[in-house]
């Protein structure tokens, strides 16, 4: 059975599987110090834990073995992939897709309508496993309706911007401009998004 702790408000037509715990208190906190909403219409995967703290819209969905850490705001029809772990303090707005094993660090932004690929890795941290990491954590913004394609690396502090693609497997090391296509390692421009093209000529995106 799923497990629920105190001060956990799930909204109507909500989907449980077993072997959920939701409202998790973190370190130095109580059971029940802070609140957790989950709206209308949530399917909630086995072996998923949402900590407690988190404000999340309706229609929200995990995959399996979902983390979700502390005082997260989530908007609506927000989806979570197996496996992938999103940190605490994060910002998903309305609308976001995040595949499976992907890692969402602390303080990262995630706009409207973006997409993260399988196994994307966001970072934060300019010196890890320095004595002073945890006061300097700089987080990424995705910007609404970006694209970061499978296995892509992004560095602390950048801004991926509106309506961008990064390629599957890039590691980006500077911000990216809106409607541009950047890959490589590290990743630089490419092309615009509106000359993509499949081979018979159709617009991906268009």
Not at 95 to 112: D, G
Request: hydrophobic residues 35%; charged residues 20%.
């Amino acid at each position: 059975m799923a497990k629920t702790y105190k001060k956990v408000v799930l909204g109507k037509n909500s989907k449980i599987d077993e072997d959920v715990i939701l409202g998790y208190p973190p370190r130095g906190k109580n059971d029940g110090d802070l609140a957790t909403s989950i709206g209308d219409n949530a399917v909630i995967r086995s072996q998923t834990i949402i900590y407690s703290g988190n404000i999340i819209g309706n229609n929200f969905q995990t995959g399996p073995g979902v983390k979700i850490r502390e005082e997260n705001k989530i908007g609506d029809g927000v989806s979570v992939g197996t496996l992938s772990v999103v940190e605490h303090h994060v910002v998903i707005e309305d609308n976001v897709r995040i595949h499976t094993q992907a890692f969402i660090p602390e303080y990262t932004i995630l706009k409207k309508g973006c997409w993260i690929g399988p196994n994307v890795c966001i970072t934060n941290a300019l010196y890890p496993n320095s004595p002073t990491t945890k006061d300097n954590l700089v987080g990424v913004t995705i910007e609404e309706g970006a694209v970061v394609g499978a296995n892509a690396t992004i560095l602390p502090g950048i801004t991926i911007g509106k309506n961008a693609l990064v390629g599957a497997g890039s590691v980006v090391t500077k911000n990216v401009a809106a409607d541009t296509v950047v890959a490589g390692n590290p990743a630089r421009f490419i092309k615009n998004k509106s000359d993509l093209h499949y081979d018979d000529g159709k617009k991906p995106y268009s």
